[in-house]
């Protein structure tokens, strides 16, 4: 006699029902597990199982905004290279000029842009994910920074700095760790 | 250059506009997370008054932190940017409920040490 354990739970709602996963017990009593691969049912186990890489989802989401803040911040101080015309008071042709020199300051229009990127990802992560474990991952945007500053200005890598990177990488590395414990 | 050298050549003020900033940008952080979850119902709600709120906030934060980053040494000020951190932490106890467990309380603190590192390193 075969018997077959029905701890089948559904998972969604899409109702594509084809798939299934069981506990099967012979007749000699050995406990055979399987399911089928197309699944959209799961047991109990296997649900609670699958949450972990859900939940890295927003951690991964909050390091890509770190690049976008990087690159922003890079393209922000180029763009402070070029100054921009005062705004007079009492003079509407100075805002003009100002206006103009700000549209044509193509650096700093990309670093605008490149920081709405950012904000949108991070909007996106927070919605689903932990405050407490994705604000701090933010800090990685000073890592770009340097890294990107070596790369496009020259800057030099000291001990302090390197020491830096390893602590905030150490940090995040930890809180990836401690987002994926259900 | 020595710490107490940088501790004093940092005006006061620097250190209260950089902390405040600090201050604004983890309540950024609290209203983004607010109105990121009003877009549970549906990507339109993207326009809502509280992810305005939070945007404002970050960017408003931005004016202290280049007033008080203009004077003093970077190795005291920066460790305060940081401080957001720790503030945002509190907040997703009190506001959101979130377990801070010790692993979170670890995570940041190597993460401030980090930025104190990289601020030393930067004057």
């Known amino acids: 006699m075969v018997t077959v354990h029905s701890a089948i739970k559904p998972r969604g709602g899409s109702g594509a029902g084809e798939g299934f996963a069981a506990a099967v017990e012979t007749e000699s009593g050995v406990v055979t597990n399987f399911h089928c691969s197309e699944v959209d049912w799961y047991p109990d186990e296997l649900t609670t199982k699958a949450a972990p890489a859900d939940s890295r989802k927003p951690v991964y989401m909050v390091l890509g905004c770190t690049v976008f803040a990087g690159l922003a911040q890079i393209m922000m101080k180029y763009g402070a290279e070029h100054p921009l015309p005062p705004i007079v008071l009492l003079e509407p042709a100075s805002l003009w000029v100002f206006t103009l020199a700000l549209l044509g300051n193509f650096p700093l229009i990309a670093g605008y842009a490149l920081s709405a990127c950012n904000a949108l990802l991070l909007i996106l992560a927070l919605r689903d994910g932990e405050l407490s474990v994705l604000y701090p991952i933010y800090s990685v945007s000073y890592v770009w920074v340097i890294l990107l500053s070596m790369y496009f200005f020259n800057d030099h890598l000291n001990i302090w700095k390197s020491a830096g990177v390893l602590l905030i990488m150490g940090g995040v590395t930890l809180l990836g760790k401690v987002s994926s414990k259900p | ?123």
Not at chain 2, 50 to 71: N, Q, W
Not at chain 2, 101 to 119: P, R, T, W
Request: hydrophobic fraction near 55%; charged fraction near 10%; glycine fraction near 10%.
């Open chain 2, 1 to 123: 250059m020595n710490p107490t050298t940088a501790l004093n050549s940092t005006p006061i003020s620097s250190m209260v506009l950089v902390m405040s900033a600090s201050l604004i940008g983890s309540f950024g952080a609290v209203f983004l997370k607010l109105g990121a979850e009003r877009m549970k119902h549906g990507f339109r709600h993207i326009l809502n008054l509280k992810l305005v709120a939070g945007i404002a906030l970050f960017l408003g934060s931005s004016v202290p932190f280049v007033m008080g980053i203009r004077h003093g040494e970077l190795s005291v000020l920066y460790p305060m940017v940081s401080l957001s951190y720790v503030f945002a932490m509190v907040w997703s106890k009190v506001f959101f409920k979130e377990h801070i467990s010790a692993g979170k309380i670890a995570a940041v603190a190597l993460i401030l040490a980090g930025v104190v590192c990289i601020g030393v390193g930067g004057s």
